[in-house]
RNA sequence: GGGCCUAUAGCUCAGUCGGUAGAGCAACGGACUUUUAAUCCGUGGGUCGACGGUUCGAGCCCGUCUGGGCCCA
């Protein structure tokens, strides 16, 4: 990187001049601001747990070297206090006294040292007079120099403040540090839920010749190599099923998906999700897994399936879950009988009487879930499996077994979002190729969300795929669900627009 | 896409009627051997998001743009 466009020293604010003349009188005095390494023998965790209990005004004749940021630096003429802090937040008081560590060296601690350094401390480890465990200093030295300051410690940073720098955010909001460690802990729910079922865990393509498997605009990249244009997906989808028809008949993946479309407090262009395929199973073998997976989730991290949300209010999301008919919902949502065969110049009425502002190339079927959207989805705030889609929104799900017009379609709706979505998956080959070229057509009109022809898709279909139940669920929106977090703060790096000087 | 709110010191925020830019924390200098957001005395720190307009005079009023948030679609 070029040197030439950073600010001269003067041009920088008043603090940050001030710690990088730090660091420059460091180096002249032969100190390294950014050794290879320090002394560390114990974590502060480590010595939490070691002297629990401990009375006040103790000395135990231990010595250990500790690291940690400072986080606050109370000095005083011949006694300083420094609270260290590491990586998941456990906090150690360290004391350095003049009869302990000399004049030359207190004085340094005061002088070169300032808040957001990482220092390592060898000492005793007591209790102070007033009871706080504090490792005594015999001697100190820096394990790395922050040339700008922390951010007030007490008021919280405002929240593209915390987006921007999650690095900092981390550092010092707990909850940052706690919401960054349970999406591990959820993955590795997952997994184990799917591991105990027999679910294979597999990778497929996240560039792809052809974007497909769902519903939504697509990034356009390019491959120089093949000299032709590459999709990032929108959704494992279609691979999966391959993997189903070769015989892998538990299937699931977990990674990222792309879609290039609006962002919002619950849309993120990039996104975590799951699916899974289970031959031999339906819409409703597949919904029992998915209350598995999320009651499992929320048992992994809450120790219940009853959560309690960041802003305190609590979440039921165990037993059996209510199951309601979409065109049920729209019906008492509308004061009027709607099923998948009313016609699109009924919904249309009903649409806008509603004050809806409708599409013009909305189908019908769409026109029907619009309509549901407005009238009822808020209002699903427990679990709740909405069933039976219409068919001519859901190209690669097989058609209701007795109702007309509707698809064996799950959306699984929590806090008024939609987690997840089910289908008995379509199998016969024909029919999906039906379904695939009446979606090119769409797309051929302007519709841009509509799948194209995958053909080594429909040719594996044409080898047998077995009978299978699908499922795809959010993660961040399992995070949202199980913390009441907008998406932003369920991912640690969400994309934000470049800063301008 | 439409509407509303918002951008001021390193951080979090005030800023009245258009008249010399404010606080807390942080920083700098000094005092202090048991502090817990230590305390006390003193000091410095600002392109008020950007550009344009109105005005004798703009952080404040008007317009455009950019970033961020919320609501609607």
């Known amino acids: 990187m070029s040197t030439e466009n950073l600010p001269t020293e003067e041009d920088l604010p008043e603090q940050l001049r001030i710690r990088r003349e730090k660091r420059a009188s460091l180096l002249e005095r032969n100190v390294e601001p950014y050794p290879v390494s320090v002394p560390r ?4 965790k480590e010595v939490r747990e070691k002297y629990v209990g401990l009375e006040i005004d103790v000395a135990t004749g231990d010595v250990e070297s500790l690291t940690g940021r400072i986080i606050f630096k109370r000095d005083t003429g011949k006694l300083c206090f420094a609270t260290l802090r590491e990586g998941d937040g ?4 360290a004391m350095l006294s003049l009869d302990k560590v000399g004049q030359e060296v207190l004085d340094s601690w005061k ?7 990482i220092v390592s401390i060898t000492g005793e480890i007591i209790t102070s007079k007033r009871g706080e465990l504090s490792i005594l200093a015999n001697s100190w030295t820096l ?5 700008r300051p922390l951010p007030n410690d007490h008021k919280p940073m ?5 987006v921007r720098m999650r690095y900092v955010d981390l550092i010092v909001r707990p909850e940052a540090r706690s919401n960054a460690r349970m999406r591990p802990a959820v993955m590795k729910s997952l997994r184990d839920t799917f591991d105990k079922a027999n679910f294979v865990e597999v990778e497929t393509p996240m560039l792809q010749v052809m974007h497909g498997g769902a519903a939504a605009r697509p990034f356009k990249s390019f491959s120089n190599a093949y000299d032709m244009d590459l999709y990032l997906r929108i959704a494992p989808e279609l691979f999966l099923k391959r993997c189903v028809v070769g015989g892998i008949e538990r299937v699931f993946e977990i990674n990222r998906n792309f879609r290039n479309e609006g962002a919002d407090s619950s849309h993120s262009p990039e996104f975590a999700m799951i699916e899974s395929y289970m031959a031999y199973g339906d819409w409703m073998s597949i919904a029992d897994l998915t209350r598995t997976l999320v009651q499992n989730a929320a048992m992994a991290v809450a120790g219940s399936h009853v959560v309690t949300h960041h802003d305190g209010r609590q979440a039921d999301l165990g037993g059996q879950w209510k199951q309601i008919s979409l065109y049920d919902a729209i019906s008492n949502g509308v004061g009027e009988s709607v099923t998948a065969l009313t016609p699109y110049a009924d919904l249309k009425k009903i649409a806008e009487k509603l004050g809806m502002k409708i599409d013009p190339k909305w189908i019908t079927g769409k026109l029907a879930e619009e309509i549901f959207e407005h009238v009822a989805r808020h209002l699903l705030v427990e679990p709740t499996f909405v069933m039976g889609f219409p068919v001519d929104t859901s190209p ?5 077994r007795e109702l007309p017009g509707v698809a064996e379609k799950w959306d699984l709706y929590i806090d008024g979002f939609e987690l997840a979505t089910g289908y008995s998956e379509l199998i016969d080959p024909v029919v999906q190729r039906d379904r695939l ?3 090119a057509t769409l797309g051929s009109k302007g519709d841009l969300e509509a799948m194209q022809v995958d053909e080594d898709f429909l040719r594996a279909m044409e080898f047998a795929m077995p009978p299978t139940g699908g499922m795809g669920m959010g993660v961040d929106r399992l995070l ?6 907008g998406i932003r703060e369920t991912i640690l790096f969400p994309l934000v627009k470049p800063e301008v000087d």
């Open 480 to 485: 949202m669900a199980l913390t009441g977090l």
């Open 90 to 93: 456990t906090e150690l008081q």
């Open 111 to 117: 002088a070169d040292i300032d808040l957001g350094d």
């Open 143 to 147: 394990a790395s120099k922050s040339l």
């Open 396 to 400: 690669l799900v097989r058609a209701h």
């Open 437 to 439: 070229v009446e979606q």
């Open 41 to 44: 023998t114990k974590s502060l």
């Open 158 to 162: 405002s929240e593209e403040t915390r």
